[in-house]
């Protein structure tokens, strides 16, 4: 199978609303722009949805001068991609046989709706069953968090995995005011979790599962992914 015949399903938050500080959140910038421009690049296709449809929220921090990179830049200045962002598909009308893999982009925003999301749990649990890759990066490894083996075990049980580290929430200042911990509840869930030292790229692959810790991460993601796309061929 040629690359371009491979189908990635970008799935990315609805939630724009950074708990009761009355900021707003979203997906954050370089963890979509870096593994959408790999991807696309790779000569994959790609769809992109959201629980809502329509255009998801950016965060508006990642943004920032502080925080550009490359991919970001090309994102700003590609009209097409911020048209087709515009008009990401409702999970309610997205099949599992139409896809070959499934990348969700953090930000704070999964915290509050992909974690949680049934239709984007079904998703993860269809992916898996049928042998197919599930990558997330960042926070969005909280969409993991309740999804489950047949078995009906948490499918983080038992598996690398990696996500947004207790320390990086502490240095964005965000620790009281997220929903819960993202890197307690994989351990809670039973997760081997690692990470690396703060903002440092660090990405785990166990089977059929990609985790990146932070915004950093997100381009070896998706190379990760790529890479797992092709052992299938």
């Not at 998703?123 to 490894?141: D, Y």
């Not at 690692?194 to 932070?214: E, F, M």
Request: proline share 6%; charged share 25%; with cysteine.
């Amino acid at each position: 199978m040629e690359n371009s015949k491979f189908k990635v399903l970008i799935v990315l938050t609805s939630h724009d609303e950074l708990g009761d500080t009355g900021e707003k959140t979203g997906f954050w910038s370089e963890e979509f722009a870096a593994p959408y421009y790999a991807l696309s690049d790779a000569g994959i296709e790609i769809s992109l949805a959201s629980p809502n449809g329509g255009k998801p929220p950016i965060d508006p921090k990642s943004q920032m001068p502080d925080f550009q990179t490359e991919q970001t830049k090309r994102f700003d200045a590609d009209k097409s991609l911020h048209e087709i962002l515009a008009h990401t598909l409702p999970l309610d009308v997205v099949k599992e046989e139409d896809y070959d893999a499934i990348f969700y982009p953090g930000g704070h925003g999964p915290l509050w709706d992909l974690t949680y999301d049934k239709r984007s749990i079904a998703l993860i649990e269809k992916f898996l069953v049928e042998g197919k890759p599930v990558a997330t990066v960042c926070h969005a490894s909280s969409a993991l968090l309740y999804a489950k083996t047949p078995k009906g075990e948490p499918v983080v049980k038992n598996k690398e995995v990696t996500g947004f580290s207790n320390t990086e929430e502490e240095a964005v200042q965000l620790t009281d005011v997220v929903p819960f911990l993202l890197e307690n509840e994989l351990k809670i869930q039973g997760g081997i979790y690692s990470k690396a030292a703060d903002w440092q790229s660090h990405v785990l692959q166990d089977g059929n599962l990609i985790t990146g810790q932070n915004p950093g991460s997100s381009a070896a993601a998706a190379e990760k992914l790529i890479e797992l796309l092709k052992s299938k061929n």
